[in-house]
């Protein structure tokens, strides 16, 4: 079958980082990705099935892995060769639909009992993800053994399903995945309790779900977006952002919003007691200490890597940084109603078959300056290329 | 004898007209057979000795005894003077706040007055600074007041230094600075250097906090100045006026001293003195020296130009003095006004084309910033008409500048923030201060920033906006040409490159053929529209 492989391929990885930093998504067409006929992947065991993927989403993760900027932490929670692809909707043998949960959690890999985080439903806490009886892996699409969404063909534990109505299209349903990142951060917000103010930095495929959800999941006063283009802006407005700003408007906005002062510098007084940065860069997470009020916290959604902070800001004012990874089973419950009730099939903005992987990881990696929110591959019968926006 | 302005109708035979452009200049050929262009007066003859008019007008003040009469040994006395908002541009050297002010401190001197203040009545403008203080009321006076902390700054925020003197019967508050309120005498030194300024405006407004200004620095009362330059017509004035009479219901005595200026604005000689001529009447040197202005000003960066252009001082001659009673004062300065600014003009016309200067009350020494632009272009120009408005209704206002995204951050950051936040959001008037203006006026850090450094008071971009609100009801259109197209879309309106392109994009609206009036402003002048 085809199916895109990444090889651990090191003077190959040393390539894609210099393209990847000279042009997003460069590092597709020099590194160490490539469209190759392998084998399907066979079935590690009883509870496992195949799944053919129709549609499959191209992730930030992907991106970053693909363009050599990923940290070196996932070295050992991932094993290669793998084919990427975890943003997937997927036909199983008895023709059903299913969209695909790829955390590989301890029931994945046959392990018992059960660690502490599965035990209690965190899956995404798993402590096991490099142990059991499949190759190390955070989730399919990073594993060795269960190939990924960036094929024809891939295997998934039962437990790693979830069904989709014949109501819900192909194009909504591979959507469900990513909002299920930000649902689970929407329901980290609402545990929280209820937010006077929260100011949500990036408005692509994750900032603009994390809007959406925190809508509909979590009780904020003045909800606050950052967006780069106008596409960005209409559509974070649309999904319920209150006010949609410029990146560098952010500051001046929540200093007017909650009457703060200002220091030499730019650093707030005051601010938002919550920020959720969904960029993850080194820009994003200094605004987010520049606007976080002191004592409140930063919810860190977007994957960040290698970053230089100055953290005297985070001790002087006991503001919190605090991760938020992906989702647990009952985040998709809600994810894939999310989707249907906001409309969320129209952030998919175009798809590509396998064959023009290159061009679509380009596109992906400039999305936003294209006009674009989400790419993905389609593997259905005679896919073409076609933009949707 | 100066030629008083007038109305020219264009003709084939006319050549480009000059339109201000920012901190530079357009020459644009309009269409002959439907255009006209109205030109400001020649600057009228100056008063012969201003020093002789202050003293006589001290000495004979309307309705009042002379003020040497009503200054007494012990008495408390402040003179509160405008700011530096005017005149556009700074006069030279001696500023006539300087010469009034230094003939009433030697009366008071004479008398045995010792309690004497000095107060810059800039309502919710910036702090003046030292330079510009010293250059409204010169050297000697500012370092025999200031360091002994007795001439300062209004300051509208102050609430220990505030005092509320009533409420009109339209229910407007009064308040205004302390200690002009307790003084047994105010005197107020006025520059009018257009029909709005002066009268009860100058202590009701340029003395007042923002609890009083507030009643008069709205929408209503601005779409129902028609216009702001015609105080009889103005409701704008009308509040001032009312609140002028509880001022003085509450014992406030004021001495008010208005003066008034000539056109000469851009002197005789000089590269500058062209801008005042007619276009016709150019000669080869004035060709010469325009070329080699423009040239010159296209090769230096953006803030040598406004520099440069910051440091122009006018060489206004005074045309009058008058003091006493600032109704009788009043009535009296805005005649010298007219006589300077008026030109009959017949009948409306469906485009009018502004080109906008450097400079407005609110960026002397600053960034002419869009929200400047729009007010300067609607608030400012378009209100210079008494009877109605130059433009029909439903016409198109077409103004050239380069409307830069680009903002003093000392003197104007909530003009940043409105510019960002509030314009983002909506550009209607009505919305804007329904939604917005609370939180801005109220904001502590604007507060802070108005009190302590050199920054207007957070509202005060409203004020710009709602000082173009007769104007956004009235107007089918507007456009501004050669502007940055982010900026302008921001403020609302439509971008064009060139003044032939802007025409059509308004026959979109006001028809083909369209008849075109040019107010050529500055130097000054009002149109009386018949």
């Known amino acids: ?389 | 004898m100066p030629r008083p302005g007038f109305v020219l109708d264009v003709d084939k035979s006319t050549p480009p007209i000059l339109f201000h452009h920012g901190e530079g200049f357009r020459l644009e050929k309009l269409p002959a057979g439907r255009s006209r262009v109205i030109y400001p007066g020649e600057p009228l003859d100056a008063l012969d000795d201003v020093e002789s008019a202050i003293a006589d007008a001290l000495a004979n003040p309307m309705d009042m005894a002379p003020l040497k009469d009503l200054l007494t040994p012990g008495m408390k006395l402040t003179i509160a003077f405008d700011d530096v908002s005017l005149p556009l541009p700074p006069m030279k050297r001696p500023d006539i706040r300087q010469r009034v002010i230094e003939q009433v401190l030697d009366l008071a001197a004479s008398a045995g007055v010792d309690d004497v203040h000095l107060i810059a009545a800039l309502a919710l403008h910036r702090r003046m600074t030292e330079n510009e203080l010293r250059h409204a009321v010169g050297d000697r006076v500012y370092d025999a007041f200031a360091p002994q902390g007795a001439l300062y700054n209004h300051d509208a925020e102050d609430p220990d230094n505030l005092a509320f003197l009533g409420t009109t019967p339209h229910g407007e508050e009064v308040e205004i600075n302390k200690r002009a309120a307790e003084s047994d005498l105010l005197i107020y030194v006025n520059i009018n250097i257009v029909s709005m300024d002066g009268g009860h405006k100058s202590t009701a407004t340029g003395l007042a906090s923002y609890r009083s200004i507030k009643h008069h620095h709205n929408v209503h009362t601005m779409e129902h100045s028609t216009s702001f330059m015609d105080r009889h017509n103005s409701e704008l004035h009308h509040s001032n006026w009312r609140m002028g009479k509880v001022i003085a219901d509450a014992g406030v005595k004021v001495f008010q001293i208005e003066t008034t200026i000539n056109n000469d604005t851009f002197g005789q000689d000089g590269p500058m003195s062209v801008l005042a001529k007619r276009e016709w009447e150019w000669s080869a040197k004035d060709r010469v020296s325009f070329i080699g202005m423009q040239q010159g000003l296209k090769r230096l960066s953006s803030p040598t130009r406004r520099k440069i252009f910051q440091s122009h001082r006018a060489p206004y001659g005074v045309t009058s003095v008058q003091a006493g009673a600032i109704e009788p004062v009043h009535e009296k300065t805005l005649q010298h006004c007219f006589d300077q600014h008026i030109v009959e003009v017949e009948g409306q016309t469906d485009i009018l084309t502004l080109g906008l200067p450097y400079i407005c009350p609110y960026n002397v020494n600053s960034i002419m910033n869009p929200i400047l632009v729009m007010c300067l272009g609607l608030g400012y120009f378009f209100n210079m008409y008494r009877g109605k408005p130059l433009v029909r209704e439903g016409g198109v206002l077409i103004m050239t500048h380069p409307t830069p995204w680009e903002f003093h951050p000392v003197h104007h950051p909530s003009y940043i923030d409105f510019f960002e936040q509030v314009l983002a959001d909506t550009t209607d008037p009505k919305i804007i201060e329904a939604k917005w203006e609370k939180q801005f006026a109220e904001d502590e850090w604007y507060r802070h920033l108005y009190r302590t450094s050199y920054a207007y008071h957070g509202v005060h971009p409203f004020y710009m906006w709602y000082w173009g609100s007769h104007a956004l009801k009235h107007l089918g259109k507007v456009i501004i040409v050669g502007g940055d197209n982010r900026a302008v879309a921001r403020l609302g309106f439509k971008s064009a490159s060139t003044l032939n392109d802007a025409f059509e994009m308004a026959e979109d609206v006001v028809g083909p053929q369209p008849t075109i009036t040019h107010l050529k402003n500055p130097p000054i002048l009002m149109a009386d529209v018949k």
């Open chain 1, 1 to 389: 079958m085809k199916a895109l492989l990444f090889e651990r391929k090191v003077a190959k990885y040393v390539a894609a980082s210099v393209a990847g930093r000279l042009s997003p998504g460069k590092g597709a067409s020099v590194g160490p990705l490539k469209l190759k006929d392998i084998d399907e992947p066979e079935l590690p065991g009883e509870d496992w099935v195949r799944l053919r993927p129709l549609l499959a989403g191209i992730c930030g993760s992907d991106l970053a892995t693909i363009d050599g900027h990923s940290s070196r932490y996932f070295e050992p929670i991932v094993s290669f060769p793998f084919t990427p692809g975890h943003e997937v909707i997927g036909r199983l043998n008895d023709d059903t639909r299913a969209v695909l949960i790829p955390v590989l959690s301890c029931v994945t890999r046959g392990i018992t009992p059960l660690c502490r985080a599965c035990a209690a439903g965190r899956t995404n806490h798993c402590g096991r993800i490099a142990f059991g009886h499949l190759e190390p892996g955070l989730q399919s699409g990073y594993c060795e053994n269960t190939g990924g969404g960036w094929s024809a063909s891939m295997v998934a534990h039962t437990s790693q399903l979830l069904a989709v109505p014949d109501a819900i299209s192909d194009e909504a349903a591979v959507m469900v995945e990513p909002t299920a990142c930000a649902v689970h951060a929407a329901r980290t917000v609402a545990a929280m309790g209820s937010q006077e103010a929260v100011a949500v930095i990036g408005a692509g495929t994750l900032g603009l779900l994390t809007i959406a959800a925190l809508k509909a999941e979590a009780s904020v006063g003045t909800l606050l977006a950052t967006g780069k283009y106008p596409h960005q802006k209409a559509l974070a407005t649309s999904l319920g952002a209150d006010q949609v700003v410029a990146p560098r408007e952010l500051g001046r906005v929540v200093r007017s919003l909650t009457g703060a002062f200002v220091l030499d510098g730019g650093q707030l007084t005051d601010g938002v007691d919550l920020v959720v940065d969904c960029v993850g860069s080194e820009a994003s997470l200094t605004q987010a200490l520049q606007v976080v009020a002191p004592g409140g916290e930063v919810l860190v959604v977007g994957m960040p890597g290698h970053t230089a902070l100055d953290l005297t800001t985070l001790w002087h004012r006991e503001t919190a940084i605090r991760g938020c990874y992906a989702y647990t089973r009952p985040d998709f419950d809600q994810a894939l109603a999310l989707v249907a009730n906001a409309g969320l099939e129209r952030l998919l903005s175009a798809t590509y078959p396998l064959a023009r992987y290159t061009e679509a990881i380009e596109h992906a990696a400039t999305a936003g300056p294209r006009g674009a929110v989400k790419v993905a591959f389609d593997l259905r019968p005679a896919a073409k290329a076609r933009a949707r926006t």
